[in-house]
């Protein structure tokens, strides 16, 4: 099982990420699980939805060492890394599309923690929003969360900012689109004029003006992208009480999601 969900090649990228394990200087204490156990366990929980004390003793470790070590890597911003070492890996072998790039959102409930907030498609039930950026094909290249109540026209910037420098196959890093297609929400003139102080070209659908169906033809691949995170059951409900904990588990499922178009040649489903 520990082999199935953490194949060689993603435990390869994730060794180049993983803090050293910590040396006791007195020497003895506990032996130390493997973290490719761990991380296995962690993608287990992540896919199924399960709660941490459900995690299967095959895979070793008991789920409160698994949880310590999950809060540990998150702090170390260790899932941040492992995606961006992914799309390294797509962006060198000429995978990634920066032609068009698309913007979008999803809510879904959340039963406590912070950056929660009243969903308005949920007849105001606490829930919160994961805000995606991909490139043309559909690959998450940055995300973000925020309460549910949250316009999603707050969401561009700094999803635009957080595009990481990116390989590419021929030249320097790349972390700008030419062109950002948004639906109806973005329809902000102060949100057009910056992203042309950014040299990209703004493709955002205008109120009253633009069919939804014209520019849907570019934006689709964004939805598309927001219901293959539906694979990582763990973001039907928001269950963390912590946010960062929570970014984590979408983190995972982007990483995922590039894993398989590395591995496969198209993204995992």
């Not at 490719?36 to 993608?43: E, G």
């Not at 939805?49 to 008991?62: D, K, L, V, Y």
């Not at 992208?225 to 409900?237: D, F, K, M, N, P």
Request: charged residues 30%; glycine residues 8%; proline residues 6%.
């Amino acid at each position: 099982m520990v082999e199935r969900l953490v194949p060689d090649r993603l435990w390869e990228l994730f060794e180049r990420v993983v803090p050293a394990a910590p040396v006791r200087p007195q020497g003895g204490g506990r032996r130390r699980y493997s973290d490719r156990n761990v991380l296995a366990a962690i993608l287990f929980v992540a896919a199924s939805g399960c709660t941490w004390r459900q995690t299967p003793e095959a895979f070793g470790p008991s789920w409160s060492t698994v949880y310590r070590r999950f809060a540990e890597w998150s702090q170390a911003r260790v899932w941040a890394k492992l995606h961006r070492l992914v799309l390294d890996e797509l962006g060198s072998q000429g995978d990634l599309d920066w032609s068009r790039c698309a913007i979008d959102s999803v809510n879904m409930r959340a039963l406590k923690g912070d950056l929660t907030g009243p969903n308005p498609v949920d007849r105001g039930k606490k829930g919160s929003k994961i805000h995606l950026l991909t490139d043309r094909s559909g690959l998450p290249l940055s995300i973000g969360i925020s309460a549910a109540n949250t316009h999603d026209s707050l969401g561009l910037e700094p999803l635009v900012r957080g595009i990481p420098p990116i390989r590419s196959r021929r030249g320097p890093r790349r972390r700008r689109p030419a062109k950002l297609h948004a639906d109806k929400g973005y329809d902000y003139d102060h949100l057009r004029r910056w992203l042309r102080s950014r040299r990209i070209v703004p493709r955002i659908a205008r109120r009253g003006v633009d069919s939804s169906a014209r520019l849907g033809r570019h934006r689709w691949t964004v939805e598309r992208t927001v219901s293959w995170l539906g694979g990582i059951r763990r973001l039907h409900r928001r269950y963390e009480r912590k946010a960062e904990h929570f970014l984590v588990f979408v983190g995972i499922a982007a990483t995922l999601i590039c894993y398989g178009r590395l591995t496969r040649g198209r993204p995992a489903r």
